[in-house]
Antibody
Framework: EVQLVESGGGLVQPGRSLKLSCAAS????????MAWVRQAPKKGLEWVAT????????YYPDSVKGRFTISRDNAKSSLYLQMNSLKSEDTATYYC????????????????WGQGVMVTVSS | NIVLTQSPATLSVTPGESVSLSCRAS??????IHWYQQKSNESPRLLIK???QSISGIPSRFSGSGSGTDFTLSINRVESEDFSIYYC?????????FGAGTKLELK
């Protein structure tokens, strides 16, 4: 059974940093692209970052590019999201997600999702 | 960025009715559209991939269709457990985007 368990959320002041972690199990972690998707309170879904199987390629929307960094440790089956210069609009539940099977394009859906971790940016 | 417009925003139905939810893309995206269901206080769940491909474990009453810019998620004979929010997502661009969602509610 695929399991994705996020941790590291909490309350943080604007301008500060926070690092989220996601522990994966039930599949061969190194074979899959991985991602973070967030959802602000009472709002829709917003993709935040994607990382390739080796970690050599990363993708971000403009809203977080330059502030957030996605990384992975395949030996530990773990995914990370380093969030710097946090803003109030980054307040959301952050989901770790596994993309579909490997492809030679980035034409991916989000197949499995974690339970999410809440990040609140407030003074 | 590719913008996805979902309609209607809210759909009020009675159990047993069949419904269609729409997702329109701002440019042609072939069949690179996927559908998710999110129940209250739960994580999203993948329902349909690449416009019409089924997902293991998802009830057969859920189906998808469309290509290019217009896509539809159909639910044949809505059941009580189907009342939730439905999102579409495009993967034609590696800058993935979601629609704003359609809320399916009990009439």
């Amino acid at each position: 059974e695929v399991q994705l368990v996020e941790s590291g959320g909490g309350l943080v002041q604007p301008g500060r940093s926070l690092k989220l972690s996601c522990a994966a199990s039930g599949f061969t972690f190194s074979n899959y692209y991985m991602a973070w998707v967030r959802q602000a309170p009472k709002k829709g879904l917003e993709w935040v970052a994607t990382i390739s199987t080796s970690g050599s390629r990363t993708y971000y929307p403009d809203s977080v590019k330059g502030r957030f960094t996605i990384s992975r440790d395949n030996a530990k089956s773990s995914l990370y999201l380093q969030m710097n210069s946090l803003k109030s609009e980054d307040t959301a539940t952050y989901y770790c997600a596994r993309h579909g099977p490997f492809m030679y394009t980035t034409d991916y859906y989000f197949h499995y999702w974690g339970q999410g971790v809440m990040v609140t940016v407030s003074s | 960025n590719i913008v996805l417009t979902q309609s209607p925003a809210t759909l009020s139905v009675t159990p047993g009715e069949s419904v269609s939810l729409s997702c329109r893309a701002s440019q042609s995206i072939s069949t690179s559209i996927h559908w998710y269901q999110q129940k209250s206080n739960e994580s999203p769940r993948l329902l349909i991939k690449y416009a019409s491909q089924s997902i293991s474990g998802i009830p057969s009453r859920f189906s998808g269709s469309g290509s290019g810019t217009d896509f539809t998620l159909s639910i044949n004979r809505v059941e009580s457990e189907d009342f939730s929010i439905y999102y579409c997502q495009q993967s034609y661009s590696s800058l993935y985007t979601f629609g704003a969602g359609t809320k399916l509610e009990l009439k």
